[in-house]
């Protein structure tokens, strides 16, 4: 019904209420008592209705009059408990997970079932009324038994802990928290909810979370906002705290435009002083829309062209335009590669280079990235790979003019990692090195991943 509100809490009756409804029910009307043979007949039938009323998408058969004649074997708890252990969650395919370092946590965004996770806690928010009843399901009899006593105890608590159960965790935190359409009240309300969590995670003295993928199940409120919102504040927290966490964010399988934007946002993040992040927005991204005009007289803009022009004193007239390339697919691929780095050195090597190529190369780059397959097209003085420097008017002499009179360069984040000096018989990088150098400007880089086109100006 439009404009229902929905319930702070999954509207789920305790066991008990549903037996005592059963055994209240006038005789005539319950088929339980044309077969009371004795208290066990009844606490079958009773769990019976207690399971449909519980969870109506699973079905059991009704118990024929013999079997109700015969004394129950089994108690209520037990007989629930056989039954959640018997039924087993689908299987979800996980996607390789796509992880940041922030200070001493990590943060990762993966696709896979919430039910399946072995973090110390799992977060789920109130309003997401069918994924409590999933994970209550998979957890058992015991955690909705305890779930049900903390809620009518608190009714108003900000947040209800509950034992696992048959999950692999260690608890799971059912999160008071409501969506809502005005961006500024729903920003705020995520902002809350991250700092009940963390204050909750830090009495308990866990250090690995696993969130839901809270506001994004067909809720009329923004995604964006809310994804945005809950990864910033994530990140805050870690950093000012200095908080040795991992938090992941499950997302289920079928939601790839909630996974693509909590990617986004994730890697939306400084690695460089003054650096500027890749701005994607979703609609761009499913309109293949790789390019975009950054306008000019902003920060971005300056902080990119002024760079560029300090050493092309008299190589050029006119700067057209500056675009700033949006390929999640490639950028991902490149912070996997960063993190990789990261860990393996204990250090960031990353740094801004030049490439300069004909304007016939561009499209190329920006759709598959440094391609490998064209090494050696410019030389191979210092190894067969893809040539950066640090000087723009190195990068210069190896453009060329279009139709128009225009030429272009790509400004680029790359990996340098550990370098050597180079020579025209390298192949591939030397054993244990990353890539190879003349011993001053120049990069060579021999994996496609370890450099991503950041921006790509055009000029006369």
């Known amino acids: 019904m439009a404009g229902r509100k929905l319930p702070s809490y999954p509207d789920i ?77 689908k299987q979800t395919p996980v996607v390789q997970p796509i992880p940041l370092t922030i200070g001493n946590g990590l943060i990762e965004i993966e696709k896979g079932d919430i039910t399946k996770q072995t973090m110390d806690v799992i977060i789920v928010s109130s309003s997401s009324k069918k994924l409590c009843e999933v994970l209550l399901e998979a957890a058992g009899y015991q955690t909705y038994l305890s779930y049900i006593r903390e809620y009518e105890n608190n009714p108003n608590s900000l947040l209800i802990s509950a034992p696992p159960g048959l999950l692999s965790c260690k608890r799971i935190f059912f999160v008071k928290w409501e969506p809502d359409n005005n961006n500024e009240i729903l920003r705020q309300s995520v902002i809350d909810l991250i700092s009940t969590v963390v204050q909750n995670v830090r009495s308990y003295n866990y250090t690995s979370i696993a ?39 499950i997302i289920p399988a079928d939601q790839q435009n909630v996974y693509d934007e909590f990617c986004r946002q994730l890697l939306l993040s400084d ?38 022009l300090q050493s092309m004193t008299n190589k050029y007239t006119q700067i057209i335009k500056l675009e700033r390339i949006q390929n999640l697919r490639w950028h991902m691929q490149y912070m996997a590669h960063w993190e990789d780095f990261r860990k393996r050195l204990n250090k960031n090597t990353e740094k801004r280079l030049y490439h300069g190529c004909p304007s016939s190369a561009a499209d190329s780059i920006i759709q598959d990235c440094f391609n490998r397959s064209f090494a050696g097209v410019n030389g191979t003085l210092y190894g067969l790979g893809v040539y950066f420097s640090s000087n723009a008017a190195y990068s210069h002499a190896y453009t060329k003019t279009n139709a128009k009179g225009e030429r272009c360069m790509f400004v680029a984040r790359v990996l340098v990692g550990k370098t050597i000096k180079g020579n025209s018989y390298m192949k591939t990088r030397p054993f244990g090195y990353d890539s190879t150098t003349d011993g001053d400007h120049i990069t060579v880089t021999y994996h496609d991943a370890q450099a991503y086109a950041e921006y790509l100006i055009t000029y006369k």
């Open 13 to 89: 009756k305790p066991t008990t209420t549903i037996i005592e409804h059963a055994k209240s029910t006038p005789q005539q009307n319950n088929p339980i008592f044309q077969h009371r043979r004795n208290s066990a007949d009844l606490d079958r039938v009773s769990n019976t209705l207690a399971h449909r009323l519980l969870f109506p998408n699973t079905y059991i058969d009704h118990p024929d009059k013999d079997s109700i004649k015969k004394p129950a074997k089994t108690s209520s708890r037990r007989f629930l408990s056989k039954l959640f252990k018997s039924e087993k969650p």
């Open 211 to 249: 969130f839901s993928a809270i506001g994004c199940e067909g809720h009329a409120c923004s995604v964006d906002v809310v994804v945005k919102t809950m990864v910033r504040e994530m990140k805050q927290h870690i950093q000012t705290r200095k908080l040795s966490w991992t938090v992941k964010f």
């Open 271 to 308: 690695h460089l002083s003054g650096d500027y992040p890749i701005s994607l927005t979703r609609q761009q991204s499913e309109n293949e829309q790789l390019r975009t005009i950054v306008p000019k007289n902003t920060d971005e803009y300056n902080s990119i062209i002024d760079k560029f």
